[in-house]
């Protein structure tokens, strides 16, 4: 009778612990966010970084063969922008070519010895207004950003939290976040390139390191349409004083 009476009571234990945890409440969006601002460094952290200088190299697939180069970047809060890219073409005949892309916060201006200059506009445009440095989730309420949790699904072997960031305007953006670290695996937006039209531009990040209590991803791999690319950074340096100028269009041009 006691054995009878241990067994339902064992019974009983197992079904109310099984009910606790199938009860867990799932996380939110708001809540995913906020475990990956903590992830890479916390609000208070983030808060004091005003600009960050970035350097290092970069490698493209095209169908003639792999060709490398240099790319630097620079940013300055709220959401200005400067990235510098040359690429030697030595290998297949050809010269050094730039790329050259900045935004002062307003508006944008591109300068490609191989495509020419001219204005950045429309869903580009849009887009790098919504790039907010240093995370575009740290103020994404106030300026009238949603995101909504879309589910889980793998990048590479790591489960992710699929984030849809929709902006008060400009293209909406997909985010996955690391369910283990959370820190960003990988991101996706579809903007009108010159010469592509609309393409999805793709990043995986990797390689996080710290940096001043931050972390920062070194290794970045992506695909613009067709184009693969991956930049591996060797130098990211906060809060130094950016030259004004490179960040908007040259006197002249």
């Known amino acids: 009778m006691r054995a009878t009476s241990r067994r339902v009571l064992l019974g009983a234990l197992v079904l109310m612990v099984a009910a606790g945890a199938s009860a867990q409440t799932p996380l939110t969006a708001d809540e995913i966010v906020e475990k990956s601002l903590a992830a890479e460094g916390g609000r208070q952290a983030l808060a004091k970084v005003k600009s960050r200088t970035s350097a290092g190299t970069m ?3 095209t169908p003639g063969g792999d060709i490398s180069g240099t790319i630097e970047v620079s940013n300055e809060a709220p959401n200005k922008m400067r990235s510098l890219v040359k690429i030697d073409l030595s290998a297949m005949g050809g010269g050094q070519v730039v790329a050259d892309e900045r935004f002062d916060g307003t508006s944008g201006y591109s300068m490609d010895s191989m495509q020419g200059d001219s204005p950045i506009t429309g869903s580009r445009l849009e887009a790098l207004k919504n790039s907010i440095f240093p995370s575009p989730f740290l103020d994404y309420k106030e300026r009238g950003t949603k995101i909504e949790l879309a589910g889980k699904e793998k990048v590479g072997d790591r489960e992710t939290f699929v984030l849809n960031v929709v902006p008060k305007t400009g293209p909406a953006m997909k985010v996955w ?4 670290t959370y820190l960003t695996a990988k991101t996706a937006i579809t903007v009108d390139v010159p010469q592509m039209g609309s393409v999805e531009q793709v990043f995986e990040f990797s390689d996080f390191r710290d940096v001043d209590g931050l972390k920062v991803p070194f290794l970045l791999k992506g695909m613009t349409g067709p184009v693969g ?6 130098k990211v340096e906060h809060n130094v004083k950016i030259d004004p100028s490179l ?3 040259p006197a002249g041009k």
């Open 59 to 61: 490698s493209l697939s």
């Open 177 to 180: 976040i690391d369910a283990a």
């Open 229 to 234: 690319f991956t930049m591996t950074l060797t």
């Open 247 to 249: 960040f908007v269009k």
